[in-house]
């Protein structure tokens, strides 16, 4: 199965997509998380654009996406999560494979900045929380391996309006390429997940 999940950020896309994978038995590529794990070169390069809110070149993106791509796991499909961010992509992803099927979560603008001010992961093992709708037993510690928790670089206010500016402007129109199935993202991550897969069939 190969999957996209499409929705604004604090839609709860990677939550979903993490919980899909292992019901799906395959990877979770977040084109987010492949950038902020990058280490060589392309580091500062990548944290210039991803600091402001601004995307990161097309071809690059889908150069470090294909070799995501080519690794073993990904041989019965995966959940992409962040990619395509707009048309031009979704032509490149066009180009290089076939996908199955486009799940979008809808949120509104309101939800999203409220979910995202909260937002925090552990520094140490990367587990996801939020201050706001899913809070850690500590607000500073990890439940999972006692890290520190920190909020993402692109979290603060002005990076946030900026991205859902771009996803509305740049990423809702790629909706139009493929026959989707619209999700609301407004319910908690178990309901959302239900719905999910009673759309799918699996
Ligand atoms: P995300 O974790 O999906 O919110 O992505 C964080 C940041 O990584 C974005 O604001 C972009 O700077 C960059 N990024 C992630 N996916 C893409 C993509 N498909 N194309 C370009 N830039 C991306």
Redesign the pocket.
């Known amino acids: 199965m190969k999957l996209i999940l499409i929705g604004p ?1 604090g839609s709860g896309k ?1 939550t979903q997509a993490k919980l899909l994978a292992s019901k799906l038995g395959v990877p979770h590529i ?4 492949l ?2 794990g990058a280490t060589g070169k392309l580091r500062a390069k990548i944290d210039s ?2 600091v402001a ?6 071809e690059l ?1 889908l150069e470090i996406l294909e070799k995501r791509f080519s690794e073993e796991d990904c041989k019965n499909g995966w959940i992409l ?5 707009n048309l031009k ?1 979704a032509k490149m992803l066009d180009e290089i494979t076939r996908v199955d099927k486009v799940v979008e979560i809808s949120i509104s603008d309101e939800e999203a900045v409220r979910r995202l001010g909260g937002r925090v992961s552990c520094e140490k093992c990367g587990a996801g929380f939020n201050l706001v709708t899913m809070p850690p037993q500590d607000s500073e510690k990890c439940d999972k391996c006692g890290g520190k928790l920190v909020q993402r670089a ?1 979290d603060t206010e002005e990076a946030i309006r900026k ?1 859902l500016e771009i996803y509305h402007r740049e990423t809702e129109p790629i909706l139009t390429r493929y026959e989707s199935v619209k999700i609301n993202g407004e319910k908690s991550a178990e309901e959302v997940q239900k719905d999910i897969q009673r759309e799918l069939g699996i």
């Open positions: 950020q990677g977040s084109t987010g998380d950038l902020r654009y991803i809110g601004n995307l990161f070149p097309d993106m999560d962040g990619f395509p961010r992509q692109d991205r």
